[in-house]
């Protein structure tokens, strides 16, 4: 036994390591943003003919960005209506199927959106082989109604309608029971209850989801790519990329200075939305374990109809769409027994080089991606529970900083920092996969870290305290009482960073170059230079993929916290 | 194994004297309870005792080993102690036998002596049956002796207890009281048993240590405390009693006998010790109004409350002071009785 100095006793988590990890997610969450500011800002002395002010001068920005306010303010309010009909239906009366409904409904966030534009794609417009088949499709030569403003909206709304759902629901599932009971027995009528009760109870959760929907749709930019840069419809993110790809790192100021006001826009979102959580936060008072539900008694049937209506709407369609887009020749013509081919399906298999490429790069970032941020995540976790609340607020914000950045901005960042050889080593990542990676680390860090975190915070210290009593050592008890305990968390959001990361578009649409290309990157060039068919067959298997592996996190569920499946109650 | 010492231990959360010099000297071998009401500190002291929380002042020592000073401390891992969680903490990825062997796989024991260790510790608490078993296929009464059982399996030199009892229901806390005597009387170990439930501090321990608002007030068995209150505090929160003014004598003095009533006569205008009263020390007895009455000291029934073995009755005196007495029957309320005190205990001003 010996006396050891109270600063280092080993309660506390190392000093090293604690600093390690605080410099990794230094490196990998707040120098790129500042690297970009400092890009964006670095000739101010010239006033008004520095970058910043002549990017703010042009009329083509200002274009952009009053179209990135339009789409995603209107597909905001799509997501929005949507969202909250599934959320207050799922919640709150006692409809059927409720774990398949809301499966159904998280899917669209979990399919990458240029896969969701290149379904909707082939559902709509003449040459779709889906209207083929069925005889309705438009005649040939009318315009694809999807290439418009609206038609961006509309995807926006569907793909981030799932994001409203999920914060509404939070609200719901908190609201106690008794209060609306208490409410009934006031002499409330039902429209009475939801003017009077749910809907001010819920006040905030609204919110949240709303400014969360409209911070992803006005960073998205797989579906205003597909759908605007044909028909010349830029909006910011699609700007930026369409300057990028056309000058080269040339406009890199230029671009910086974009990505600053893009990113100032989505930072105001999220300050409202932080807003909102924080006023009013009323402490909610009462009995919450039982579940509400409004009996619908007759109406039950008609809404459980119109929900899956909505669904085989926004998901069912396009998908069938996709399917069959895969398995026809070329597109306008229909599918029959004659015309039924698994021809793009072999071309994707046989055809050397790309797809395999695509297919193996895209696994190897995501795989090794998602290892290395379990490992981090564990780690941040278990020293961000014994440091001080300062810190680890502090360090929570900055994490965030990266995943609530339009990707672009990311990129962009990225593409600043590592376009010269790093100094010291002199090693070069530009061009590399290793600068996707990075990329991928840091803006997949917050989604691997919070099912942990809420995991590890939901353990009990005696568990751990128990242990250390027992004579463990800090990395015993870490072995063997937190990692077990904390395990599917961990997993959980493995998963949850592979899936988002195996076909993300956005970061590495900016970062790939020639044979470092991914998943989402080969479907976005497929479908550009006219190739659908190919794109619609490579995609049916991305969706299969992401369909497999939400299983498999609805199966291992049951060892999670509550909330870190979404689609879960 | 030795004495446990506490000397002048402090602890301070932001400004708040939360534990403010504690001195104690516990001999080994004893069971110590820690008594006092909520958010007094209790959990704090047991917690430094333990080594989860550093010492803002003082020292803390097993014998000729100092644990823990404001400097520097042995961490727990260190200290060969044991420890029953309130929430029992046992690890629920683990059976029963693993959770009971986990603290042996940190000490040197030869392989051989592992299982028999586990073994032994299960056997007494009586859980052999389900070493298999998992924590959540246990009852709450079961997972206490398993969280029991680790902390006896490495012959621990002090044993700490936070409320193990708090969550359980009368009848188990009865046979765990009886448990943790026999695990006293069996191992020998300092046990160091929190609980803000005097009867239970009372009926295990044989030094009561009570604290209020991070002091300790007093440090004695449980019989001097009941019967000898160091404050009207103490007092007021042992047992029942009422604490009556009378004639002033010398502090911390029992009192029997005939002259206890004259000492609370109506007439006896300078009134300035405070004395406790217990309620089986008051004998009560029904005036009959028709006739002449002696002057004896009298008092009105306010309230009753039927306790099963007997009533315990509510008085007022004329002079406005209020005491607790039981009777075996019934008395009608608002009824003059007639009082007779046999004992009382002078309390320090
Ligand atoms: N980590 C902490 N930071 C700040 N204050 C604390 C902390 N832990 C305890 N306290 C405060 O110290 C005081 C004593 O707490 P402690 O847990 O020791 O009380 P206790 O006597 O065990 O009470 P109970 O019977 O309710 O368990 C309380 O006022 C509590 O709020
Ligand atoms: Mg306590």
């Known amino acids: 036994m010996t006396m050891q100095p109270i600063s280092n006793i080993s309660s506390q988590p190392s000093r090293w390591l604690l600093s390690i990890l605080l410099l990794v997610i230094l490196l990998l969450t707040l120098i790129p943003s500042l690297r970009l500011l400092i890009e964006a800002l670095k000739d101010w002395h010239l006033l008004g003919d520095s970058t910043f002010a002549q990017v ?460 470092r290309e991914t998943l989402g990157v080969l479907i976005f060039n497929l479908d550009e230079s006219g190739d659908s068919i190919l794109a619609a067959a490579i995609a049916v298997l991305v969706v299969l993929m992401v369909f497999v592996l939400m299983m498999l996190l609805s199966l291992c569920a049951r060892y999670l916290p509550k909330g870190v499946v979404p689609w879960q109650s | 194994m030795a004495e446990l010492i506490l000397n002048q231990v402090s602890k301070v959360f932001e400004q708040n004297p939360v534990v403010d010099q504690i001195s104690l000297n516990i001999p080994q071998g004893s069971f110590v309870a820690l008594l006092g009401p909520s958010g007094c500190g209790k959990t704090t002291t047991l917690r430094m005792l333990a080594g989860f929380e550093t010492l803002s002042g003082g020292e803390l020592r097993l014998g000729h080993q100092t644990l823990a000073t404001a400097k520097a401390q042995i961490s727990p891992e260190d200290r060969n102690m044991g420890m029953v969680f309130q929430s029992y903490a046992l690890w629920p990825h683990m059976t029963v036998a693993e959770n009971v062997g986990y603290p042996l796989k940190h000490r040197r024991i030869p392989s051989g002596m592992y299982q028999k260790k586990v073994n032994d510790a299960l056997e007494t608490v009586e859980m052999m049956p389900y070493a298999q078993r998992y924590p959540q296929d246990l009852s709450g009464g079961q997972r206490q002796r398993v969280a029991l059982a680790r902390c006896l399996v490495t012959d621990p030199d002090v044993v700490l207890l936070d409320e193990p009892l708090a969550n359980l229901d009368r009848h188990l806390r009865a046979s765990m009281e009886e448990s943790f005597r026999a695990f006293h009387q069996r191992t020998g170990a300092t046990m160091i048993y929190v609980t803000h439930d005097q009867a239970e501090a009372m009926s295990l321990a044989n030094q009561i240590a009570v604290m209020e608002k991070g002091r300790l007030v007093q440090w004695s068995s449980p019989e001097a405390l009941y019967h000898q209150p160091k404050t009207q505090w103490v007092a007021e929160f042992i047992g029942q009693g009422s604490i009556l003014m009378g004639q002033k004598v010398p502090e911390n003095q029992t009192l029997t006998g005939e002259g206890v009533n004259a000492l609370f006569h109506p007439t006896n205008e300078r009134a300035q010790s405070a004395f406790l009263v217990r309620p089986q020390h008051v004998q009560i007895e029904l005036i009959n109004a028709s006739l002449p009455q002696s002057a004896t000291l009298t008092a009105r029934v306010i309230s009753q409350v039927y306790r099963g073995e007997r009533y315990e009755i509510h008085l007022e005196m004329p002079n406005q002071q209020r005491l607790q007495a039981f009777h075996p029957v019934a008395v009608p309320i608002g009824a003059t009785v007639s009082l007779n005190l046999t004992q009382a205990w002078s309390l320090a001003a």
Request: positive net charge; contains cysteine; hydrophobic residues 55%.
């Open chain 1, 56 to 515: 703010l001068q042009e009329p083509s920005t200002w274009r952009a960005f009053s179209r990135s306010l339009y789409t995603s303010g209107l597909g905001t309010l799509i997501a929005v209506c949507l969202g909250s009909l599934f959320a207050f239906s799922v919640t709150l009366t006692n409809i059927r199927a409720k774990t398949a409904l809301v499966f159904c409904f998280m899917l669209p966030m979990m399919i990458p959106p240029q896969v969701t534009a290149l379904s909707w794609l082939q559902l709509m417009g003449p040459g779709s082989p889906l209207l083929n088949t069925l005889g309705l499709a438009p005649a040939l030569g009318s315009p694809q109604p999807l290439y418009s403003a609206e038609g961006i909206a509309m995807l926006l709304g569907i793909q981030h309608a799932p994001l409203v759902f999920l914060a509404l629901r939070t609200s719901l599932i908190h609201l106690p029971g008794d209060l609306i009971e208490a409410a009934r027995l006031s002499g409330a009528r039902q429209h009475h209850i939801w003017l009077d009760i749910i809907l001010p109870l819920t006040r905030n959760g609204l919110i949240a989801g709303t400014s969360i929907a409209f911070v992803s749709a006005l960073g998205n930019f797989g579906i205003p790519a597909m759908l605007g840069i044909p028909a010349s419809y830029y909006v910011l993110p699609t700007l930026i990329y369409q300057k990028m790809s056309g000058f080269g790192p040339s406009v890199l100021p230029e671009m910086a200075s974009l990505s600053v006001l893009i990113g100032v826009l989505a930072l105001i979102g999220i300050q409202i939305q932080q807003y909102a959580a924080q006023k009013g936060r009323f402490r909610l008072l009462g009995n919450s374990s039982k579940a509400q539900s409004f009996d619908l008694k007759r109406g039950r049937v008609g809404l459980e109809v119109a929900l899956w209506l909505v669904i085989s709407l926004i998901l069912m369609a396009p998908l069938l769409a996709l399917m069959t887009s895969s398995l026809v020749p070329a597109l306008g013509v229909p599918l029959t027994w004659e015309t039924l081919t698994f021809s793009a399906y072999d071309e994707m298999v046989s055809r050397q080089g790309m797809t395999r490429r695509a297919f193996s790069n895209s696994l190897l970032l995501s795989i090794s991606a998602a290892l290395l941020l379990m490992v981090l995540s564990i780690l941040i976790a278990n020293s961000l529970r014994k440091s001080s609340a300062k810190i680890s607020t502090w360090l929570l914000s900055s994490i965030e900083i990266p995943y609530a950045l339009p990707g672009v901005v990311l990129a962009i960042a990225c593409i600043l920092l590592f376009a010269k050889p790093l100094p010291f080593i002199n090693l070069a990542l530009y061009g590399t996969l290793w600068i996707i990676f990075i990329a991928y680390l840091a803006r997949f860090l917050s989604v691997a870290l919070k099912p942990v975190l809420a995991s590890i915070n939901e353990m009990d210290p005696s568990l751990e305290e128990a242990a250390q009593i027992a004579g463990a050592s800090p990395s015993r008890r870490l072995i063997d009482i937190v990692l077990p305990l904390i395990a599917p968390a961990v997993g959980a959001g493995g998963l949850l960073v592979f899936l988002t990361s195996v076909n993300e578009l956005t970061v590495s649409a900016l970062l790939w170059s020639a044979g």
